[in-house]
């Protein structure tokens, strides 16, 4: 059983920076993959990016790559989302994952969720 909390949204101009964090309970992080997701108002939920157990494989959706990066730290059981250069498009509630499997974590339903932290890009 995996228990996440995210934080570090906010509102940032066109442009600007933000970095999101997840926390995640339990002793076996290191063997759970993790992502992010996010959805905007209208639209389905969407893949952004993910990171394997051991943090030596990443993933991105083409819409963030080279303007987001996905980090973690086992020792202290968080994912980190670091995200460049927003856009207005970026604007959307974002969702840390959690999975045994890095496949099924991209592909199909994580099996974990947190509830969610909002990213609003505007001037």
């Known amino acids: 059983q995996v228990q996440l909390v995210e934080s570090g949204g906010g509102l940032v101009q066109p442009g600007g920076s933000l970095r999101l964090s997840c926390a995640a309970s339990g002793r076996t992080f290191s063997t759970y993959a993790m992502g992010w997701f996010r959805q905007a108002p209208g639209k389905e939920r969407e893949f952004v990016a993910a990171?394997?157990?051991?943090?030596?494989?990443?993933y991105y959706a083409d819409s963030v790559k080279g303007r987001f990066t996905i980090s973690r730290d086992n020792a202290k059981s968080t994912v980190n989302l670091r995200m460049n250069s927003l856009k207005p498009e970026d604007t959307a509630v974002y969702y840390c994952?959690?999975?045994?499997?890095?496949?099924?974590?991209?592909?199909?339903?994580?099996?974990?969720w947190g509830q969610g932290t909002q990213v609003t890009v505007s001037s």
């Open positions: 994952a959690a999975e045994i499997g890095l496949y099924k974590l991209r592909f199909g339903v994580p099996g974990y």
């Open positions: 990171i394997s157990g051991g943090g030596s494989n990443t």
